[in-house]
């Protein structure tokens, strides 16, 4: 490279991105950090904190904390609603960017997850028409979002991250059909609007919950074969925090096997065994009772015999897809796609790289790292880093 400050473009703004870039910042490069909605954060930023009487090392504090010091920091220039429409390679690189399409109607006003998000609100229109209690200094009119044109960079980031799986996929279980069955997505956002798990039906705490884990991982009639990684964790962190919350609720968990997930595992897992019920089966149907309650019909594994019982909530956890963008990043980056559908390693002497969940399944402490480490690897290419 020559002795010009090299310039890195991160493309996608959710944790990965967001830790590359601030890696990046951390050693003066100045960063162009390119999201396609209209916040940062992506769907991290929208979990919630599990801690009980501990910690219980979900991330999401993490996320929080590394978007604000994404947005308070100088170096890095967040475009939002932007999207990349192509890539040229000389002896750096020219990016096209276009504004993406959100898809708002008039008058339509979306929230971001945090506090840190800038603006907080973003409105489709005359800003006239926000409800009373929002704050307009806080809000963005959706046309004044969006950055037009080409920009020069030097190397170039990909943290577009993952998709959840679509349960509208599973058939036989009726999402989107019975008020009471959620995905986990849909568990951490009723936490953080309404303060407490409650029914979707009628508001009530539920007094029986079941998860059923891998919806849409290491399922072959789907073709997706890979363990998602963060459902088991995940889901008996939030099992956690709903028993902390409601000691006497009866919480089941129903999964393929248990997947160890870092050092600190099995003595959580332990633990957890002592509130919540594991049973070694994946429920075929789920079916609607009265009282908004659900029937969940499976096979009892030692005995091979159908079973069924009965709950107030039923919450799925989805698994993590590839990112709807995958191909077409692909396409315009030159980033090749593995056989499972994410994106793979690119050459070494590319200039692109890949980060966090775009290229697999990954907790949010392990996308961190990954990103850090992707965010190295890209100063090494400038010959910042030796």
Known sequence: MNSKTPKVMVVGG???????????SRQNIPVELVEKSCF???????FT???????????ACSVE????????????NVHLRTEITSLEKGEGFKATLVKSDIGLEAGQVVRGFSQYNKPLYVVAGDAAQLPPE?????????????????????????????????????STYGYGKWPNLITGLDLENIIRDRGALLRPS???????VAFIQCVGSRDERLGNLWCSEVCCPYAMRMAGTIKHDNPDADISMFYIDIQNTGKEFPVFYEKIKEDIRFVRTIPVDIYPLENDRLELRHMVEDEGKPSSEE???????V????????????????????????????????????????????SIAATMADAGKTAFEAMKYLGVMK
Not at 40 to 46: A, K, P, Q, R
Not at 336 to 355: H, K
């Open 65 to 76: 904390e590394m978007l604000k010091n994404v947005v308070e920091e100088p170096l890095i």
């Open 40 to 46: 940062l954060g992506g769907h991290s930023i929208g």
């Open 311 to 317: 709950y107030d909530l039923v919450v799925l956890s």
């Open 319 to 362: 698994g993590i897809m590839p990112g709807k963008d995958t191909t077409a990043i692909s396409g315009i980056t030159g980033i090749p796609v593995n056989n499972d559908g994410f994106l793979d390693s690119p050459a070494s002497d590319s200039g692109c790289f890949v980060a966090g969940t775009a290229g697999g399944p990954a």
């Open 49 to 59: 904190c599990k801690a009980t009487d501990s910690c219980r090392q979900c991330g």
């Open 14 to 24: 959710g944790i990965a991105g967001l830790t590359a870039a601030w890696e990046l």
């Open 202 to 208: 009628d508001g009530s705490k539920p007094s029986k």
């Open 134 to 170: 929002t704050e307009v200094a806080e809000t963005g009119n959706l046309d004044s979002l969006g950055t037009e044109g080409d920009i020069a960079v030097d190397a170039v980031i990909v943290a577009t991250g993952y998709t959840p799986f679509d349960p509208n996929l599973k």
